[in-house]
């Protein structure tokens, strides 16, 4: 079960190119309510959250992708290096976040200031996702090319499937 809970998570990593890494609001991973500590949603024995369906759907490709165990321990390693890294730009987003929350009066606008903050903002969001596709790159390297033609397949098929349809958090 361990293992493919890990395939599961290693290939949604993949698909997904660790957007779930960081929150999109700049804070650091787990620092939004109700978020577990890479920024998704609270652990539990299924992935937490409502993530069951996806879970299933991860293992699922995991079997059909035959990853093997020298592949997890490569990839495992991979992310684990990742990690500070992650951790250390999720850390600087949210403390200049805080610094411009506590600096400025919401009510006043002040141009300079702002840009100021949207370009240090940017920088390190760009470099957050260069290590993203950095990482994406070292982890399906680690897979063969037909396990890489097989996950794009599996990808395209899904999107194929849902053209047109919004996702579901979508629908307010």
Known sequence: MKRNWLISLVLLTV?????GLV???GGPPGNHPGHGQWGGPPAGP???GGNFQRLLHMLRMANDLDVTDEQISRIESILENARPQFEALGEQLHTQR????EANDPAV???VAARQFVEAQSALHTDLMLLRMQTRAEVLSILTPEQREALKAMKDSGKERFRGKRHPKHHR
């Open 98 to 101: 805080e610094a411009w929350l």
């Open 109 to 111: 606008f002040d141009e």
């Open 23 to 25: 929150g999109a609001q």
């Open 15 to 19: 698909l997904v190119g660790f957007t």
């Open 46 to 48: 299924m992935g937490g």
